[in-house]
């Protein structure tokens, strides 16, 4: 009887053992499986994030380019103009420039938030340039437009616009190629 009590008791060990075994085996799949899981599902979020934050940088770089060509609009009809009459839709352009170079500084990165700010003082430059050059001007008779009186300035201001806003262009492209 002895040896069936041993032979009992070997057999339960044994299977408490491999039971035992059998649960800390389980229980480390299991935890590896929800490592995994939760390894993926903080690698999707930061994905998804940074692809909210390259759509949102998009945006941004687009409306500032709008507001650039509605300032750029505003301008061109002022150097048309044989006064300053216009100046106040100019202003109403500026101030959408600032509002729009004001998210572009929020969603970044630091290179172009630099370029739009340096389109935004280029366009506020020649602003003031052009409402100098109105101010100073006496009317003639034949009613030339700055345009025309003023051409080889208008042609700088033109050239500076469009080398700034292709600075921008160029080093918002690179942020959203890094970001994507």
Known sequence: MQDTV?????TSMSTLAAAG??????????RRQVTSHLTGAREERAEQRATERAQRRRDAYVGFLGACDQAYRSLDRNWR???????????????????????????????????AELVTA?????????????????PE????????????RR???IEE????????????????????
């Open 21 to 30: 075994m059998t649960g800390v085996i389980g229980a480390w799949a299991a």
């Open 161 to 180: 616009r469009a080398r700034r806003r292709d600075s921008f262009v160029d080093a918002a492209r690179a942020a959203l190629e890094q970001a994507g």
């Open 6 to 10: 041993a032979v009992a008791l070997i």
């Open 155 to 157: 042609r700088t201001a």
């Open 122 to 138: 280029s366009i506020n430059g020649e602003s003031r340039e052009l409402r100098r050059l109105l101010g100073e001007a006496t």
């Open 141 to 152: 008779p034949d009613g030339d437009p700055p345009a025309d009186v003023h051409g080889p």
């Open 81 to 115: 103009q044989e006064s300053g009459a216009g100046h106040g839709e100019t202003y109403q352009a500026l101030r959408g420039l600032d509002e729009a170079y004001n998210i572009v500084l929020l969603e970044g990165p630091e290179e172009v938030a630099r370029e």
